[in-house]
């Protein structure tokens, strides 16, 4: 697998995911009507080293453990907590919610620390890797170091254009939003957010019954 190829397709993969739904992409219009364009890139900063990361542990041989049904569990029910943490914080802020920067961070913590946790606290996230991410691994590994290397930049670049595009559209339209609007956006995205809590920690919760 020559490294064009590699680089292609995952930019392709990575941007397949990265635009679907989730509580990464309502943090990130909730901060960017906040913060304006600079959030995207500082939430998906902290979403590449945390992926960074992952593709150093998995490749020094932790994709056998992460892929045990009790981990899931784990990751889902703490995963579950620190969203639902996060989202209730939200909520219990918006009454005092205004479009000035210097609002109170609807996150609770710095963006590119939010969006390290908010991944993480994701289940799916760690699926993703022990399965299809360890299986593109393997394959970018018979280019070497390299093919690794060009698989993890280009897996992030989409992340990068697809949060970045989010991010502009909102903050283009953030002069036609009255802080009442405002705290609207901002209360469904907790909700969302409060919403995948939930369900990631029934489906832990769910997983320990049924084993």
């Given at each position: 697998m020559n490294l064009l190829?590699?680089?292609s397709t995952s930019f392709v993969?990575?941007?397949?995911?990265?635009m679907m739904p989730g509580p990464l992409l309502t943090l990130t219009i909730a901060e960017t009507v906040r913060r304006g364009p600079i959030a995207a890139p500082l939430l998906i900063l902290?979403?590449?080293?945390?992926?960074g990361v992952v593709v150093?542990?998995?490749?020094?041989?932790?994709?056998?453990?992460?892929?045990?049904?009790?981990?899931?569990s784990t990751v889902a029910i703490l995963g579950g907590?620190?969203?639902?943490?996060?989202?209730?914080?939200?909520?219990r802020g918006l009454s005092s919610l205004r479009l000035e920067l210097e609002s109170k961070n609807e996150a609770g913590m710095h963006p590119v620390i939010a969006g390290a946790v908010i991944s993480l606290a994701n289940p799916y996230f760690t699926i993703w890797w022990a399965t299809i991410?360890?299986?593109?691994?393997v394959v970018?590994?018979?280019?070497g170091l390299t093919g690794v290397i060009v698989f993890y930049l280009f897996h992030i670049l989409s992340d990068f254009v697809w949060y970045a595009f989010v991010s502009g559209t909102v903050a283009y339209g953030k002069r036609f939003l009255s802080d009442r609007g405002y705290r609207i956006m901002?209360?469904?995205c907790a909700l969302f957010i409060v919403g995948f809590g939930l369900f990631f920690g029934w489906r832990g919760i769910s997983n320990i019954l049924l084993s």
């Amino acid at each position: 697998m020559n490294l064009l190829l590699i680089a292609s397709t995952s930019f392709v993969l990575g941007f397949s995911g990265a635009m679907m739904p989730g509580p990464l992409l309502t943090l990130t219009i909730a901060e960017t009507v906040r913060r304006g364009p600079i959030a995207a890139p500082l939430l998906i900063l902290g979403h590449a080293i945390l992926e960074g990361v992952v593709v150093i542990v998995v490749f020094l041989g932790a994709a056998e453990v992460i892929q045990h049904p009790g981990v899931f569990s784990t990751v889902a029910i703490l995963g579950g907590l620190m969203m639902l943490w996060m989202g209730t914080g939200m909520l219990r802020g918006l009454s005092s919610l205004r479009l000035e920067l210097e609002s109170k961070n609807e996150a609770g913590m710095h963006p590119v620390i939010a969006g390290a946790v908010i991944s993480l606290a994701n289940p799916y996230f760690t699926i993703w890797w022990a399965t299809i991410g360890l299986s593109y691994l393997v394959v970018a590994h018979e280019a070497g170091l390299t093919g690794v290397i060009v698989f993890y930049l280009f897996h992030i670049l989409s992340d990068f254009v697809w949060y970045a595009f989010v991010s502009g559209t909102v903050a283009y339209g953030k002069r036609f939003l009255s802080d009442r609007g405002y705290r609207i956006m901002v209360g469904a995205c907790a909700l969302f957010i409060v919403g995948f809590g939930l369900f990631f920690g029934w489906r832990g919760i769910s997983n320990i019954l049924l084993s």
